[in-house]
């Protein structure tokens, strides 16, 4: 009798040793899935879902907005107060805020479908833009945010001429020509009534 209770004692302890050992090796696969995780990655969870957010840019400015897609090296973003939708260079966010739910939601293994709109890349659009004539305001880094239209896209910055709000771009209502490199963007806003994606 006693040998059957120290059996199953060890048993026990061998089992509990065992999953002990389990549960660290699941705990450190996760670590290291986590470890791998791209912002970019947990961004397209977020855009999936038309999470909300409170996003901090470069520019010191605060935008509370939906997360509304995900291109190749921008989020947009539609906030709260306003239906048109805003392109954020992913390396123009300083800090990004969720609830704790939606954040332990963004780590999620399982990954939503890239679609081609996450393809296109900043100049992309960009170049679109452009080549519609779309009026933008845009923010950069520093100073105050510029209304105008843009003239061309390169690769790694775009030709601005800078006119008045409301204003067609004509020779005469121009009051600047400026040359914006893409890294100097925080984000861009197309000033069309119903600014979706183009």
Avoid: K
Wanted: glycine share 6%.
């Amino acid at each position: 009798m006693e040998w059957e209770h120290l059996f199953d004692d060890l048993e026990g302890q061998l089992a509990a040793e065992w999953e002990a050992e389990r549960a660290a090796l699941d705990a450190e696969s996760e670590r290291l899935r986590i470890s791998r995780l791209a912002l970019r990655e947990r961004l397209r969870i977020l855009a999936s879902s038309d999470a909300r957010a409170t996003v901090a840019l470069a520019s010191g400015d605060r935008l509370t907005a939906r997360v509304s897609g995900l291109g190749a090296d921008w989020v947009g973003l539609t906030p709260a107060d306003d239906p048109r939708l805003i392109l954020v260079p992913i390396d123009a966010i300083e800090q990004f805020g969720v609830d704790h739910g939606t954040l332990l939601a963004s780590l999620d293994a399982e990954q939503p479908a890239a679609s081609l709109r996450e393809r296109m890349t900043l100049g992309f659009v960009l170049r679109d833009l452009a080549r519609r004539r779309v009026p933008i305001r845009m923010s950069l880094r520093q100073g105050d945010p510029l209304h105008g239209t843009i003239d061309r896209a390169g690769a790694d910055h775009l030709d601005l001429a800078v006119h008045d709000p409301g204003e067609p771009r004509r020779t005469h209502t121009v009051r600047a020509h400026l040359m914006v490199p893409f890294a100097a963007i925080v984000w861009v806003r197309a000033e069309w009534a119903d600014a979706g994606m183009p």
